[in-house]
């Protein structure tokens, strides 16, 4: 425990969280894909040395029973979005930042030292921002029906973030038990009014009940309020088998959202997750064609929980007033945007597609 104290101490004031290079004195950054430390003035490379201890899930039901104190917790120069109110730690050289989630210009000199619960582990950066701005450039291309002043704005600004989104993974056991019925489906025959032999599907029930263990590892919730739930759920799947022990060297050149979710909300969340694939697993259990499920009964112990950071570019843009966001995957390269339509474009395709028809028309 000493030892974690002193790494999260080392972390306090910022500072740590720039590496320089033992060459030049410049600042290393984390080179997306590599798992090295690249300097930014003479290019040298030095890899990132494994992480001692593993990664370590927190004890849920501990945490819920000693609050803050029943796990690690780390101190975070946080700069809060007077916009959105976002609050991120940013590398310590960055001088000047909009906010990459309303594109706010942020004041830099008003960082706060703000105490949170220590990320455990995390996803490196694998896309590079290169990669990430060919990915938002063929995205635009590919949006015929956006505003051409849009497309400009959005190419002009090359203004892509690489950014660590909070997230809470839970791991737990589940034991269900059910009480329900199994319908199979039948033809019946019978005669109807007009005295004709019919068939139609009628449904037998059957009573059904049992048992089911269900373990679920990673089940994730988002620690972040500042992106829309269906655009970062879009972004899923995250490949977590390849999570690293947490170490502040992945962080080096990004920033980082601190979480506005807390763990309790976040399993609440997680917790529905778990649920719904449980009802799947016992409609599964059930079998025939339809099942009813009357009484739904489910234990959750063994329950665990890691803080996760999870890399994304993401691209923030206003348009006629209007917030916009593009992001991708750093891991995976999933695409997701948010996009305004050109009237004028609609409009006139439309008037394309009824002028075809009506010369097909004419043909005949
Ligand atoms: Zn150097
Ligand atoms: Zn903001």
């Not at 039948?186 to 049992?210: C, H, I, K």
């Not at 089911?212 to 990673?218: G, K, T, V």
């Not at 992106?227 to 920033?255: I, M």
Request: glycine share 10%; net charge neutral; with cysteine.
């Amino acid at each position: 425990m000493g030892e974690i104290a002193d790494q999260h101490a080392a972390t306090a004031n910022g500072r740590a969280l720039a590496f320089p290079c033992p060459g030049c004195g410049s600042a290393q950054r984390y080179a997306p894909g590599s798992g090295d430390l690249v300097c930014v003035s003479c290019g040298a490379h030095r890899p990132i040395a494994a992480a001692p201890g593993g990664i370590v899930a927190q004890d849920y039901a501990r945490y819920l029973a000693e609050g803050e104190r029943g796990a690690p917790t780390d101190e975070v120069r946080l700069v809060t979005c007077p916009g959105c109110g976002a609050a991120v730690s940013l590398p310590p050289e960055v001088a000047a930042q909009a906010c990459a989630f309303c594109a706010t210009p942020l004041v830099l000199d008003q960082r706060e030292t703000a105490r949170r619960l220590a990320p455990q582990a995390l996803l490196p950066f694998g896309l590079d921002a290169a990669t990430a701005q060919s990915r938002f450039r063929s995205w635009l291309g590919g949006l015929w029906f956006a505003p051409n002043a849009l497309k400009k704005a959005a190419r002009q600004e090359e203004s892509l973030q690489g950014l660590y989104l909070p997230y809470w993974a839970y791991d737990s056991a589940s034991a269900s038990d059910y009480v329900g019925e199994r319908g199979r489906h039948r033809r019946e025959e019978y005669t109807d009014s007009a005295g004709r032999r019919q068939t139609r599907l009628v449904t037998d029930w059957f009573p059904a009940s049992g048992e089911l263990a269900l373990d679920f590892e990673n089940v994730l919730a988002t620690g972040s309020r500042s992106l829309p739930g269906d655009l970062t759920e879009a972004l899923e799947p995250w490949d977590l088998d390849r999570l690293q022990p947490w170490q502040a060297e992945y962080l080096s050149g990004f920033a980082a959202e601190a979480y506005r979710v807390g763990v309790e909300e976040g399993y609440a969340a997680a917790e529905q997750r778990m649920r719904q694939a449980i009802e799947q697993a016992v409609r599964q259990q059930i079998g025939g064609d339809e099942q009813r499920i009357h009484e739904l009964r489910t234990r959750f112990s063994g329950t665990r929980f890691k803080h996760l950071l999870l890399p994304l570019w993401i691209s923030s843009y206003r348009f006629n007033g209007k917030l916009y966001r593009f992001l991708v995957n750093a891991r995976t390269g999933e695409v997701q945007g948010e996009r305004p339509w050109s009237a004028w474009k609609i409009a006139g395709a439309v008037l394309v597609a009824l002028i075809v028809i009506v010369w097909i028309l004419l043909q005949q």
